[in-house]
């Protein structure tokens, strides 16, 4: 069965600090996807990792997938308030489109 | 990047009514559509998978006759609560993948409140 654990669940940080969320399987994905979701919306996508090892950046944000596939992180440099919201990742499964989803991280950063 | 509409964005209903929602994506074709169940500070929890043209997959647990899905064209899925209770309170979200694609885009999410 393939899981996504995601941590950490929880994380308040101040304003200007730097954060690194996890999301790790046992499972090897073709892909992984990272969203973010706030209060009332649907999810959005952030970014899509596909090659082992690769590094994507988003303005403050810097995503990576483990080399084999199994993991990846979110890395945010000096965060800021705008950045509140829940994190998830996902990832396909192996038989179909359907996607494995992370508990997500509820990220809180303080002025 | 795409674009999928969900409507309403809130709704409210009496006990034993039916209310339908609407997952519509506005700007590619999606063969597959997926609808979530949200509780708060909680992840999604997948309900069914819609394909166009054919009987929706559901999850285990998840009652067929009481969340009707209708995937009739290549850009729109519904999903009906039929008789809803209180219990069915919730924020419910629709993804569509693209064809061929393995990145699905997400609806604005559905906050319903039966009372």
């Known amino acids: 069965t393939q899981l996504l654990e995601q941590s950490p669940q929880f994380l308040s940080i101040q304003e200007g600090e730097n954060l690194t969320v996890y999301c790790n399987s046992s499972s090897v994905f073709s892909s992984l996807q990272w969203y973010r979701q706030e209060p009332g919306e649907g999810p959005v996508l952030l970014v899509t990792?596909?090659?082992g090892g690769e590094v994507k950046k988003l303005k403050r944000l810097t995503f990576q997938f483990g080399d084999a596939r199994k993991d990846s992180s979110l890395h945010i440099t000096a965060a800021q308030p705008g950045d509140t919201g829940l994190y998830l990742c996902?990832?396909?499964?192996?038989?179909?489109?359907?996607?494995?989803w992370g508990a997500g991280t509820k990220l809180i950063i303080k002025p | 990047g795409a674009v999928v509409s969900q409507h309403p964005s809130r709704v409210i209903c009496k006990s034993g009514t039916s209310v339908k929602i609407e997952c519509r994506s506005l700007?590619?074709?999606?063969?597959?559509m997926f609808w979530y169940r949200q509780f708060p500070k909680q992840s999604l929890m997948l309900m069914a998978t819609?394909?166009?043209?054919?009987?929706?997959?559901?999850e285990q647990g998840v009652e067929k006759d009481k969340f009707l899905i209708n995937h009739a064209s290549l850009t729109l899925s519904t999903l009906t609560v039929t008789s809803a209770h209180p219990e069915d309170s919730s924020f419910y979200i629709c993804?569509?993948?693209?064809?061929?694609?393995?990145?699905?885009?997400f609806g604005q999410g559905t906050r319903l409140t039966v009372v």
């Open positions: 996902a990832g396909p499964m192996d038989s179909n489109y359907q996607l494995i």
């Open positions: 700007d590619f074709q999606a063969t597959t």
């Open positions: 993804s569509a993948l693209i064809v061929a694609g393995t990145e699905a885009f």
């Open positions: 990792v596909v090659t």
């Open positions: 819609s394909n166009e043209g054919s009987k929706a997959t559901y």
